[in-house]
C-alpha cells in the first residue's frame, strides 16, 4: 500500500510565506513526477507546480516567481515552496504522485488528501 501524507498547511498572513509537503511511504518501488494542485473557492481544481526526476519544475504561470517546488528522493517527498501570498491563493492543495509500486507493472498517480491552506488580509 502506498500513502500520500501532506502536512503544513494552515492559516497565514497575505505577504507571508509557506511550505507544505507531500510524503509518499509505503511499498514504493519507483517515483516520477510529483505534482501540486489547488482547488480554490469557486473554481475547479488546478495544476500549480510540477518536478520532473531530474528536477526540473513546472509552474502554472499564474504563480511563477512566487511558488516553487522541490523534492527530496531520499525520502520521497515533494515540497511547495509560496511566497508572497495573497488573498487568492486560499485554497485546499493537493499532491499527485506519480509512481509505481512494488506491486505494479506499471505508473499509477495518486492523490493526496487535501490540505487547507488561508491566507488572511
Known amino acids: 500500500q502506498v500513502q500520500l501524507v501532506e502536512s503544513g498547511g494552515g492559516l497565514v498572513q497575505a505577504g507571508r510565506s509557506l511550505t507544505i509537503s507531500c510524503a509518499a511511504s509505503?511499498?514504493?518501488?519507483?517515483?516520477?513526477?510529483m505534482e501540486w494542485h489547488r482547488q480554490t473557492p469557486g473554481n475547479q481544481r488546478e495544476f500549480v507546480a510540477r518536478?520532473?526526476?531530474?528536477?526540473?519544475?513546472d509552474i502554472v504561470p499564474s504563480v511563477k516567481g512566487r511558488f516553487a517546488v522541490s523534492r527530496d528522493d531520499a525520502t520521497n517527498t515533494v515540497y511547495l515552496h509560496m511566497n508572497d501570498l495573497n488573498v487568492q491563493d486560499t485554497g485546499v492543495y493537493f499532491c499527485?504522485?506519480?509512481?509505481?509500486?512494488?506491486?505494479?507493472?506499471?505508473?499509477?498517480?495518486?492523490w493526496g488528501q487535501g490540505m487547507q491552506v488561508t491566507v488572511s488580509s
Open positions: 518536478i520532473d526526476t531530474g528536477h526540473s519544475q
Open positions: 509505503g511499498n514504493i518501488a519507483s517515483v516520477n513526477d
Open positions: 499527485r504522485v506519480s509512481l509505481r509500486s512494488g506491486s505494479d507493472f506499471s505508473y499509477r498517480d495518486y
